[in-house]
């Protein structure tokens, strides 16, 4: 269920800093090239001593001019979709914990929204000092990512840890802390999830099954990603997950309302929810007593809540559910032609174990270019799977 390039097209900022490992980076340019990555360089004046501006154009890095017109560290902030750091000097990290701003790289780092990354290289002594440590210390506790440093003979003749990470390695953290953390930062995704809740008097309505496991899941995955999510659910007994901004609801039509309230601010909606076709015509204000012996009540047509969406101009990228029994590719095919949707997850109903209000499920994802069948699990582990699919389909956010 996973395999992306996950840094294909991505932005990364290498700040160089002035330590023998220095020596490596045409290396890790080239691992970050080769992955994908655009890779733009900014190298401090220490390190200009320890590698040469050309070896590291020479295998693809844009090298930035620090002289150059204009705002050069507010755009790279912007520009970038991740800050890394290596080698990470002592000194560096020093300047960082205290948030200084003092060189391009040092004021880029407080200029952005990036996640910031540091592959740290020094002697063992330095690394292992009181006044390092609390540097690293207040980093992480900032939401620093750490890559090493590793163990092993130093340039400086001693043995211990402190050495650079290799750039393979330093590749690998990488595309950990994307898939992990930050990927989606720019994505404003929108959430549904749970039933919805069509009152026929005061103490009756129509609903279903849906517990919103399954949007649940795929809101909490969003936000691990870094997108902002609000979720706009129907009643659940169901915490609204961290970093999520929740919205409940009780009806179709308030389901609707709050999503397109959201319109502007839209980049990628995912209709989990279990949304009632018809709702009662009238809802009675008082309690509808037994006394005949058949009842006919009128139903009348629900808004599509994501057929609109996807008839949006623009509109975000478009995923929906189709909760089936039957010939479950066939249906949900059908489904995303007719509402005009980007990609489909269709989910059977009528097994056992999988769908509503179970914690596990079976799904198939369509999307114009075919359909692919995965294996039952846990919903928590598809909704980060799709997550995944998602990322891969989602037009990528423009520079501002
Ligand atoms: O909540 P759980 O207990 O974890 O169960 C998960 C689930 C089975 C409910 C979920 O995986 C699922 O399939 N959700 C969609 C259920 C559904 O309503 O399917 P549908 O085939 O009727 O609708 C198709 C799509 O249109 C869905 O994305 C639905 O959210 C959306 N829709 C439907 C009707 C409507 N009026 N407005 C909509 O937006």
Redesign the pocket.
């Known amino acids: 269920m996973r395999d992306m390039p996950v840094l294909q097209d991505r932005r990364i900022v290498l700040g160089i800093t002035g330590g023998v490992a220095a020596y490596k980076t045409p290396e890790l340019v080239r691992h970050l090239r080769m992955a994908g990555a655009v890779v733009r360089v900014v190298l401090s004046r220490a390190a200009r001593q320890f590698v040469a501006a050309g070896a590291l154009a020479a295998v693809g890095a844009e090298m930035v001019d620090d002289r150059g017109p204009g705002m050069v560290h507010i755009e790279l902030a912007r520009w970038a979709d991740v800050v890394l750091i290596a080698p990470a000097t002592a000194h560096v990290l020093s300047r960082l914990a205290a948030g200084a701003a003092d060189d391009l790289l040092t004021t880029l780092c407080l200029a952005t929204e990036a996640p910031l990354c540091v592959a740290p290289a020094m002697n063992r002594i330095m690394w292992l000092n009181a006044a390092t440590c609390a540097n690293c210390a207040v980093l992480r506790e900032r939401g620093v990512g750490f890559v090493g440093p590793g163990e092993g003979a130093q340039a400086c003749g001693e043995s211990g840890p402190g050495r650079m990470s290799e750039p393979g390695e330093i590749l690998t953290a990488l595309e950990r802390l994307w898939d992990t953390a930050g990927s989606l930062r720019k994505v404003r995704a929108v959430v ?3 039933a919805t809740y069509e009152a026929l008097d005061p103490a009756r309505g129509f609903t279903n ?7 649940y899941a795929l809101a909490a995955a969003l936000a691990d990603h870094g997108a902002s999510v609000t979720l706009v659910s129907g009643p659940t007994a169901l915490p609204i997950p961290p970093r999520v901004h929740g919205i409940t609801v009780m009806s ?1 039509c308030q389901m609707r309302d709050a999503v397109l309230a959201c319109r502007e601010e839209m980049d990628l909606f995912v ?7 018809y709702r009662p015509q009238t809802i009675l204000t008082h309690k509808l007593k037994k006394d005949a012996e058949t009842l006919t009540v009128t139903l009348v047509r ?6 609109e969406v996807a008839r949006l101009n623009p509109p975000p990228f478009t995923v ?5 029994t039957g010939d479950l590719e066939t249906l949900a095919r059908a ?1 995303r032609a007719r ?1 005009g949707i980007d990609l489909i ?1 269709a ?1 059977p ?1 009528d097994e056992a174990g999988v ?4 914690d596990d ?1 079976r799904v198939i994802l369509i999307d114009k270019e075919g359909a692919v069948a995965w294996p039952t699990a846990p ?1 928590t582990e598809i909704a980060r799977a799709l997550v995944r699919e998602i990322m891969k389909r989602l037009p990528r956010t423009p520079s501002p």
């Open positions: 549904t999830a749970g099954r849906s517990s919103g496991k399954m949007g179709a209709a989990a929810a279990a949304v009632a076709d629900n808004p599509d809540i994501l057929a929906g559910f189709a909760a089936e489904k509402k997850v989910n109903i769908g509503f209000a179970q499920n919903k």
